[in-house]
């Protein structure tokens, strides 16, 4: 017996950072976007304990210990509901890896879900976003899906209606960028500057709730797209040839490096990629849409 879950990745049409607070993390006003890349966990009984395996494209870069998103996840179900965490992970991973997307924090949440149907423990809703908050700021969203305003570390959400798909582009690039050495370089770039307290833009809200492209594309912001480019100054390269080739946004995905092109349809996407895939600038292309629906139990 064996469940299996999908969950999505995430592009930020808004991430606002304000700055560092005394423990360490930032307060943020994080408008999330479920796209149309998944992971898939799936969770079998063990008898040996807790064991990981992945494969999928930069499998080798998935930590297969207790320190993956989706083992801890299970230790924290385990834990609550006073069982062992005995059971075998394996993640299917299409999401790109150190991307910005949030492929950790999806398998973290799948995991989770998986192993909430597989043991039959009935945690609520409630309960299991309270586990993904615990897990990191991420994992939350990955669980709900669709579109949400993410406060605080990102982990409070509220979430947002979406009037249409959105069309996306991702360039994946040849190296991955750490999340805390990005938003390290955010504090040091932001050293003796005022920096606000981070809200969401009303504009981004209106353009996401009438699925209107043109609109979305003059609001996205990222601010931590500074601190990526000055960490990898290349993505500036594919951010240009993106938009050379019709994107009607081009930015960082989250923390990146992957960088996300918002096209006007379906094909226009398509043509995007095509110019992108042939420009030199990055080792790999992706196309999705979005909303997506958050982590979904598949059998």
């Known amino acids: ?45 063990a008898a040996d304990g807790l064991r990981v395996t992945c494969e999928g494209p930069d499998a080798d870069q998935v930590p297969l210990d207790r320190t993956n998103l989706a083992a801890r996840a299970a230790e924290a179900l385990a834990a609550r509901y006073g069982r062992e965490p005995d059971v075998h992970l394996h993640i299917d991973k299409d999401i790109p890896v150190a991307g910005g997307m949030a492929g950790g924090s999806a398998d973290g949440a799948g995991a989770l879900l998986a192993c909430d149907a597989l043991w039959g423990t009935g945690a609520g809703r409630e309960e299991l976003l309270e586990i993904c908050a615990e897990l990191g700021s991420d994992v939350p969203f990955s669980l709900v899906g669709g579109a949400a305003l993410g406060t605080g570390r990102g982990e409070r959400l509220t979430e947002l209606e979406v009037g249409a798909a959105f069309h996306w582009v991702f360039a994946l690039a040849a190296r991955g960028l750490s999340t805390p050495a990005v938003f390290r370089e955010f504090d040091r770039l932001g050293e003796g500057l005022d920096i606000p307290e981070p809200a969401a ?22 601010d931590l797209q500074p601190a990526a480019l000055s960490l990898f100054p290349e993505l500036s390269d594919t951010l240009a040839a993106g938009r050379a080739a019709g994107a009607l946004a081009a930015l960082v995905s989250g923390s990146g490096p992957t960088t996300a092109f918002l096209a006007t349809d379906a094909k226009s996407a398509s ?11 990055c080792r ?5 849409s979005g909303a997506a629906p958050g982590a979904t139990v598949l059998d």
């Open 1 to 45: 017996m064996s469940v299996t879950v999908r969950v999505p990745a995430k592009v930020n049409v808004q991430l606002a950072v304000g700055a560092a607070r005394p423990d360490g993390f930032h307060d943020l006003a994080n408008v999330f976007l479920a796209v149309s890349l998944y992971d898939e966990i799936t969770a079998t009984p």
């Open 201 to 222: 833009d009303q504009a981004v809200l209106d353009a996401l709730a009438k699925g209107d492209a043109a609109a979305l594309a003059v609001a996205v912001t990222n």
């Open 271 to 281: 043509d995007i990629a095509g110019v992108l895939r042939a420009s030199g600038t």
């Open 284 to 288: 790999d292309v992706r196309t999705a």
